[in-house]
T-cell receptor, first 115, second 109 residues
Framework: DTEVTQTPKHLVMGMTNKKSLKCEQH?????MYWYKQKAKKPPELMFV???????INESVPSRFSPECPNSSLLNLHLHALQPEDSALYLC??????????????FGPGTRLTVT | GQSLEQPSEVTAVEGAIVQINCTYQ??????LSWYQQHDGGAPTFLSY????GLEETGRFSSFLSRSDSYGYLLLQELQMKDSASYFC??????????FGTGTRLQVFP
């Protein structure tokens, strides 16, 4: 199984809502990532979890809250978002050892629209 | 600062060969990756070079010169399905992947 799954595929939420994005992988990878991607732009790293611990937070606003319940699951909790947060949110995973983190496997993404 | 520069767009015809260049300036360097992304899809890993030289995987090859801070992706025997955006990405010394600006490849019949 070389698949990273993400739910939901699409999400529309108001600025006062609370929602969560979910990501799952069963490749035994120990590093998981959240990226944000705007149209015609490269993915921008948000968070990195390594061995279930948050290792990198790219100065992301606190309205985005990541969680890693176990080595296969990654969540992104959303609260009080702004319209400019509308984007494609991508989850990725890699083996976790430093020699292989250039090889990441991405999920299909959640297309988020904030109204 | 960190920067990875790629041409914004490349066009070619089916069956041709195309090279997408990437020059980088980063605070640390452990390797150069290439990803393909079709419109509406997710990035797909293509290759990773940690050492200088050419790596070949089927129709795609990737090259790295660390002394020149330069790499390229070579696509041979182009097919229509190769039309996509291609990103180079550097793994830096904090274990992050920093993506390049992206190159949109259009293949014409």
């Amino acid at each position: 199984d070389t698949e990273v799954t993400q739910t939901p595929k699409h999400l529309v939420m108001g600025m006062t809502n609370k929602k969560s994005l979910k990501c799952e992988q069963h490749m035994g990878h120990r590093a998981m990532y959240w990226y944000k991607q705007k149209a015609k732009k490269p993915p921008e790293l948000m968070f990195v979890y390594s061995y279930e611990k948050l290792s990198i937070n790219e100065s992301v606003p606190s309205r985005f809250s990541p969680e890693c319940p176990n080595s296969s699951l990654l969540n992104l909790h959303l609260h009080a978002l702004q319209p400019e947060d509308s984007a494609l949110y991508l989850c990725a995973s890699s083996q976790g050892d430093r020699g292989r983190s250039g090889e990441q496997y991405f999920g299909p993404g959640t297309r988020l629209t904030v109204t | 600062g960190q920067s990875l520069e790629q041409p914004s767009e490349v066009t070619a015809v089916e069956g041709a060969i195309v090279q997408i260049n990437c020059t980088y300036q980063t605070s640390g360097f452990y390797g150069l990756s290439w990803y393909q992304q079709h419109d509406g899809g997710a990035p797909t890993f293509l290759s990773y070079n940690a050492l200088d030289g050419l790596e070949e995987t089927g129709r795609f090859s990737s090259f790295l010169s660390r002394s020149d801070s330069y790499g390229y992706l070579l696509l041979q025997e182009l097919q229509m399905k190769d039309s996509a955006s291609y990103f180079c990405a550097v793994r830096d010394d904090t274990d992050k992947l920093i993506f390049g600006t992206g190159t949109r490849l259009q293949v014409f019949p």
